[in-house]
């Protein structure tokens, strides 16, 4: 469903709206860059750190930035830890003295992508399935309050996130089944209610 919200895929039925209108009759380019994305599915690429956040070539005016992205994905502990820090190269693929990120680190940088740019909405598929509860909870609290102007999609199995949902859509076996918050949910007798339980 995501990858239709993104039109990565178009819908062979039905139609998407954003503000009313189609998605189809949006430019193709533009419309996607109203989305900041972190799939499960994440790279860790051969280059600097602040190049692997950017996406792009780092220059002296993208220090800010960089900086705050990763502040804002709870990278700010292991960033004082690296020697060279966002111009430590990650990988050893090209470079001997390159770092090599835990699944939890490499995760966060992932995540310092979606705000290294100001994105209105924000698409995150289990951004926190690498790290323990703590972590987690950091991450979570960070995210909520980075993107307290934007349109947040989380995609989860874990209720430590979802609870924090102002609006939680349930899917059972490829169909939304039920919808509303966390407190109406974990009463509602339903599917979400037996997870909670």
């Known amino acids: 469903r995501v990858k239709l919200l993104l ?3 178009d819908v062979s039925e039905g139609e998407i709206l954003l503000d009313g209108e189609n998605i189809k009759e949006y430019d193709l380019s533009s419309y996607r860059d109203c989305f900041g994305t972190v799939f499960q599915d994440y790279k860790i690429f051969a280059t600097s750190l602040a190049e ?3 996406g792009r070539e780092y220059s002296d005016e993208d220090e800010v930035r960089v900086l705050g992205a990763l502040k804002a994905a709870d990278f700010g502990d292991k ?3 690296l020697e060279d820090g966002i111009h430590t190269h990650m990988t050893r693929e090209f470079n001997d003295k390159g770092t090599n990120l835990s ?3 490499s995760q ?3 995540i310092a992508r979606v705000f290294s740019k100001d994105h209105p909405i924000v698409v995150m598929d289990e951004p926190s399935s690498a790290l323990d509860p703590m972590a987690e909870y950091n991450l979570n609290q960070s995210i909520l309050h980075k ?3 934007k349109t947040v999609i989380f995609i989860s ?3 430590s996130t979802t609870r924090v949902a102002d609006k939680i859509y ?3 076996t490829g169909a939304l089944s039920e919808e509303g918050s966390h407190e109406e949910l974990k009463t509602s007798g339903g599917v979400y209610q037996k997870i909670y339980e």
């Open 7 to 9: 039109r990565l895929y």
């Open 52 to 54: 692997n956040v950017l």
């Open 79 to 81: 960033l004082e830890k």
């Open 103 to 105: 699944g939890g680190e």
């Open 108 to 110: 966060k940088v992932a």
């Open 147 to 149: 993107t307290e102007e």
């Open 157 to 159: 199995h874990r209720l």
């Open 170 to 172: 349930m899917f059972d």
